[in-house]
């Protein structure tokens, strides 16, 4: 008998699943004024996804690693350019 092995991201998403990563999608988006419906939006979505399946599963690491893949910072207090 061959035994297959199922790797996690071989596995469909779930309800829950889903909604975590719309949550993050959803947050990303608002705080970087991102249209719903851009190029932008759809790699954040991609990106967001295959980290899921990867097993990044906390919101907030999400969120961070996809800022971080997509050069998304905010400026941190006191990083301000002074003029």
């Known amino acids: ?39 932008e939006a759809e790699r954040m979505a991609g990106i967001i996804i295959e980290l899921y399946r990867q097993g990044v599963r906390d919101p907030v690491h999400l969120r961070v690693m996809v800022e971080a893949a997509r050069g998304l910072f905010a400026p941190a207090s006191g990083d301000e350019p002074t003029s």
């Open 1 to 39: 008998m061959v035994q297959t092995i199922v790797n996690r991201s071989q596995v469909p998403l779930d309800s829950c699943d889903l909604e975590t990563c719309q949550r993050v999608f959803d947050k990303i988006r608002s705080d970087y004024a991102v249209a719903k419906d851009s190029d």
